[in-house]
């Protein structure tokens, strides 16, 4: 009844309390009320506290225990497992102290010991069925696992083993073998037990309701207590393992205090004989060295050289821990400061269990992990750190009439960023005519825009009220503060810094734009504001060419990360530079075949042309990039020159043969002509150039082809006197004649009414297996056509004729003008 008025009355004060599972101390804020009396005679309610009695962590456990119970699996957490833990605790330090003490003194547990040591194992056992479903933390993931073979797979690997050996009967065992003094060493596998112990320290240094120092002297002792106990019972164990008849040989035997003597030491009281060994074991761990109890014997004299030995470890741990409390300077002191100020941060700010369990699971693994120092919240990850904004802060932020239709990431992106501050009335933020490096977002209060005129005099422009905004206009338009913001009431604000807001807007553009356009709409009836519309209408112009240029570059660069990036925050990837040129281009230029095919993925016109009339098809062949060229053809890209005829001839002029190879392969006819008529053989004849002469004959160049003036490649060679490419154009004359479905005189006569291109490879082979085709005029039939084709490609076998597209040509009707067909194997 006591407590229960306590709690009461200290509810109603606002004032309760409770402990969570961690031991950490949470307070639930809710109803105190601070009035502050503004400039303008109005109230501000800042703070509303309360302190609560919050149920939720029971109900919690609760539900947690019965779905682990329905999947058989338990949860560390749940109420009755930590009460077992308290439970097997006791039992724990009950084996760690009392396994020493039966291997020394005992030889055959007395039968009252016996049952108590029989139902200490039950209990053990029990613990072991219960680590088989008992879920844990990953190391790795530090996620929890409740699946029930990994469970039982992972304390398998462990600690099973020791603990089922730990568990077995070896006063029955010893017995049974005879009592054989080998089997006895056994016991010692139940010193296992103490890192159950060592567990619950561990707990408790971390339990912020218990005094730091207190449990940590108590550790110290324990520990000194528990090494010296051992030590006892077995400086006792090294004088009963020789005979009755050389007891005197050993130094309990042969000690003498005053007139008692311990001769026949086995007939002393046991108690006696116990206290008697830890005096030994205790000034012998001190070095004090009274002299009255030596080592008599060698083996007695070997084991206290080695427990010195150990003593001055101890000791040197001892004294290190003891220091380390004076100082506070262990890793323990400091994961418990800082946990105390978090739960201050959560509490004043009313955080979600969620996101309390949250962080207190990242500094326990901070803890666990040694992570380097840093503040409170920074050591949060961004995630948590987003969610503590989001639950804070966003709700203002969303609402803020500047950021009206901008996308969630990107508000998102801003609320992470925010830092709180408060301002008491009559404060000035901003002044008229400063530079503001600060973006402000009002949550409770209200601030006024002033005007000062010349003479000084002050004009009310606007009254800022909670979900507005101020900072903004100088901040996006690199301009001056227009007019100066004060405090009219006790004021909470969200400040972002102009290095982080602009950052975020580099990122997401069309959030940008739309935050301009949300300016330039709610600042309409503001006279001097409206002034200012034509610097934001300039600013965003400028941001659109800054964008523009960015994208371009990421292309040229070959920066895919950025261009989708950018892509992605609302540039143009069709918005072209003051060449025409737009990413495509540059990408096609430089090579970059990821770049092209994001671009064409984001449905960019590929047939696009710049300033100079080139498409980027025609860019990648001047550059000699043949898989993007081939890329660009795939997906239909065209050359679409303005003037091929010329185009060509000026190629072939310039004797530049692998640009006029792959202008042939892409679909420029090579007896396209120019503005004269001329057709590209016409200039290579009259150049001199044989080998590019032999390419366009190659590529079905027709030595008939008339320019304006009536001369023919044939005529042109004649006039130049080159014997090699007169004899070249002499055959190729003869050769297209043979080829021809018409005779000679039909041919001089009549121009035939179809011709074709064929080429020696399937329409889907990759660009190495390529080569040139040649032009021929259509035949009266399809077997015909394959024959000639067959003959002048030098393609063997069994072989048909495919479309583009790779369909398959029965009947020569069926193919138009300048068609481009392909010759394979009926096999291929």
Avoid at 22 to 28: F, R
Avoid at 771 to 785: A, C, D, H, N, Q
Wanted: hydrophobic share 40%.
């Amino acid at each position: 009844m006591a407590v229960s008025g306590g709690r009461e009355k200290e509810e109603e004060a606002g004032n309760y309390r409770r402990p969570d599972s961690d031991g950490e101390v949470e307070y639930t804020v809710e109803s105190v009320r601070e009035r502050i009396t503004s400039s303008r005679g109005s109230r501000f309610n800042l703070i509303q506290t309360q302190l609560r009695i919050d149920q939720n962590r029971r109900r919690f456990s609760r539900e947690n225990l019965i779905n682990g119970i329905k999947c058989l699996v338990i949860l560390p957490d749940s109420r009755w497992y930590r009460a077992w833990t308290k439970f097997i605790l006791i039992w724990a330090v009950y084996s760690s102290f009392f396994t020493p003490m039966e291997f020394g003194f005992f030889r055959g547990l007395p039968e009252n010991l016996f049952i108590l040591d029989i139902v200490g194992q039950i209990a053990f056992l029990l613990d072991i069925v219960f680590q088989f479903f008992l879920a844990y933390r990953d190391k790795q993931t530090y996620r929890m696992v409740y699946k029930r073979s990994p469970i039982a797979l992972k304390y398998l690997k462990s600690t099973f083993v020791t603990d089922l050996l730990s568990c077995m009967p070896w006063d029955i065992i010893y017995k049974a073998c005879g009592r054989r003094e080998e089997v006895r060493y056994l016991l010692w596998i139940r010193l296992f037990r103490v890192r159950k112990v060592d567990a619950f320290f561990k707990t408790m240094e971390k339990d912020i309701r218990i005094n730091y120092m207190f449990t940590r002297i108590v550790k110290l002792l324990v520990v000194e207590l528990y090494c010296t106990h051992t030590a006892a019972c077995i400086f006792y164990y090294l004088a009963t393992t020789l005979p009755a008849s050389e007891e005197g040989y050993t130094w309990i035997g042969s000690l003498k205090l005053g007139d008692y003597s311990y001769s026949h030491f086995r007939e002393i009281d046991l108690w006696k004989r116990y206290t008697t060994s830890l005096y030994f074991a205790i000034v012998t761990m001190a070095t004090v060295g009274y002299g009255d109890i030596h080592a008599v014997n060698l083996r007695e004299m070997i084991f206290i050289m080695i427990y010195v030995s150990f003593d001055m470890v101890l000791g040197a741990y001892l004294i290190g821990n003891m220091t380390a409390l004076i100082v506070k300077g262990s890793k323990t002191v400091k994961f418990r400061d800082k946990m105390a100020d978090v739960m201050k941060y959560m509490n004043r700010n009313r955080l979600s269990r969620e996101i309390r369990d949250q962080i207190k699971g990242h500094l326990r693994l901070q803890y666990e992990s040694s992570y380097t120092e840093a503040t409170v919240l920074q050591d949060i990850p961004i995630s948590i750190r987003a969610k503590i904004s989001q639950t804070l802060y966003l709700p203002y932020v969303q609402n803020v009439s500047l950021f009206r239709g901008c996308s969630p990431e990107f508000i998102n992106q801003i609320v992470i960023r925010l830092h709180e501050e408060f301002f008491l009335p009559g404060e000035v933020i901003m002044e008229q005519g400063n530079v503001v490096d600060q973006l402000y977002f009002v949550c409770h209060g209200v601030l006024e825009e002033l005007g000062i005129g010349q003479d000084g005099s002050e004009e009310t422009i606007d009254l800022l009220q909670p979900n507005s905004s101020f900072g903004e206009i100088s901040i996006l338009c690199n301009i001056p503060q227009p007019y100066t913001v004060r405090v009219c009431e006790l004021c909470r604000l969200l400040r972002i810094d102009k290095q982080s807001f602009t950052n975020i807007l580099d990122i997401y553009f069309y959030d940008g734009r739309k935050i301009l356009n949300n300016l330039l709409e709610g600042k309409e009836t503001n006279l001097r504001v409206k002034q200012l519309e034509s610097d934001i209408t300039f600013h965003i112009g400028k941001q659109e060419a800054e964008l523009a240029l960015k994208v371009n570059s990421a292309a040229y660069n070959g920066d895919l990360y950025q261009l989708k990036g950018l892509v992605r925050a609302g540039a143009d990837p069709n918005k072209t530079d003051y060449d025409g040129r737009s990413p495509l281009h540059l990408a096609a230029s430089r090579g970059f075949e990821d770049i092209v095919a994001f671009l064409i993925q984001e449905g960019v016109n590929i047939d696009l042309k710049d300033n100079f009339g080139n498409t980027p098809l025609m860019e990648a062949i001047k550059n000699g990039n043949d898989q993007v060229a081939a890329l660009l053809s795939k997906e239909g890209a065209s050359l679409k020159v303005d003037s091929p005829g010329s185009f060509l001839c000026t190629a072939v002029s310039r004797g530049d043969s692998d640009l006029v190879k792959r202008l042939l392969c892409y679909g420029i006819d090579p007896n396209s002509k120019d503005y004269d008529s001329r057709t590209p053989l016409h200039i290579a004849v009259s150049e001199g150039l044989t080998l590019m002469a032999k390419l366009l004959l190659e590529s079905g160049a027709s030595v008939f082809s008339k320019d304006r003036w009536g001369n023919t490649p044939l005529d042109e060679g004649r006039i130049c006197g080159n014997k090699s490419m007169l004899k070249l154009l002499e055959e190729a004359k003869a050769s297209q004649l043979s080829e021809s479905p018409y005779s000679s005189r039909e041919f001089t006569d009549k121009k035939p009414t179809k011709k074709c291109t064929v080429f020696p490879f399937h329409p889907w082979d990759p660009e190495e297996n390529k080569r040139p085709g040649i032009v021929l005029w259509v035949p009266l039939t399809i077997e015909e056509l394959i024959k000639e084709s067959s003959e002048q490609l030098q393609v063997s076998g069994e072989c048909c004729i495919l479309s583009e597209d790779g369909g398959k040509i029965l009947d020569v009707h069926m193919l138009d003008e300048s068609q481009k067909l392909y010759l394979v194997p009926e096999t291929h």
